[in-house]
């Protein structure tokens, strides 16, 4: 079919606890988590409620970014209207804006492809392929 992996998805929802007792945004993060263990993507994932950071708005971001020694932000184009660049340059952070209209990738036949989503990209070619386009990905 269109989508040949698309049992990687009983791998994904998997979960250790009842997700009916979790809400949203801890169902959303333990996806995002197990996605990135399939594709072996080491990410150390921080809640930010768990840092001692202050500031409102665009402020706050920057202070996030800055405590964890980051220097790069990655943003929806929706933000480019009322965010200041300048003031993530000034802090040493380069920021990066995400579009809508995604990229076209080549798939593995070399046809292009134009991906919605991760998710969209794994069921359709599996771990390995996925693994490979993501490592093509150099924006950041």
Avoid: W
């Avoid at 998805?9 to 009842?18: A, E, F, K, R, V």
């Avoid at 405590?67 to 993530?88: H, I, P």
């Avoid at 292009?112 to 093509?136: A, C, N, W």
């Amino acid at each position: 079919g269109a989508y040949p992996h698309y049992d990687l998805l009983d791998t994904i929802i998997q979960t250790d606890s009842d997700c009916r007792d979790m809400s949203i945004s801890q169902f959303n993060k333990e996806m995002v988590q197990k996605i990135c263990k399939i594709l072996r993507i080491s990410t150390k994932f921080v809640d930010s409620s768990q840092l001692a950071v202050g500031g409102k708005k665009q402020e706050k971001i920057i202070n996030l970014i800055k405590s964890v020694g980051g220097t790069k932000y990655l943003s929806g184009m929706g933000a480019k209207t009322y965010q200041d660049e300048n003031d993530f340059k000034n802090e040493g952070i380069n920021i990066f804006y995400v579009s809508q209209n995604l990229e076209k990738f080549l798939d593995p036949s070399g046809a292009e492809f134009q991906p919605l989503s991760v998710l969209h990209y794994l069921f359709k070619f599996g771990v390995e392929d996925t693994e490979k386009m993501i490592r093509t990905l150099s924006a950041i």
